[in-house]
């Protein structure tokens, strides 16, 4: 698979990047980032490397959250399932207990 070269814009800076993810992905990963950027921009007067610093930091917590609720629902959804099947084994118990009353 070939390197795709995609230019973005963040911060009103132009930047190239080469990855092998399609160009859409890339700018939408740059936009994200180009929008976080902004927000802390207008909300503090920092210098563009300590923004970019504080920008990485409020995505990295943003990431381990989502990455922490997504372990959550995984554990929920196993929970979930071992009680299904705890059900689905007493419903053919009750099936087969009744099939042996009928006869």
Do not use: W
């Amino acid at each position: 698979m070939e390197k795709i070269r995609t230019t973005v814009h963040i911060l009103g800076k132009e930047y190239t990047m080469t990855s092998y993810d399609p160009e859409s992905y890339v700018q939408r990963v740059a936009s994200f980032v180009d929008r976080k950027m902004t927000e802390l921009s207008l909300s503090t007067r920092l210098p563009y490397a300590q923004l970019a610093v504080l920008t990485a930091l409020n995505v990295a917590d943003d990431m381990l959250k989502a990455h922490d609720e997504n372990n959550r629902l995984k554990r929920e959804l196993a929970q979930v399932r071992a009680q299904l099947k705890t059900c689905q084994e007493e419903l053919e118990t009750l099936r087969d207990g009744a099939e042996g009353e009928k006869k």
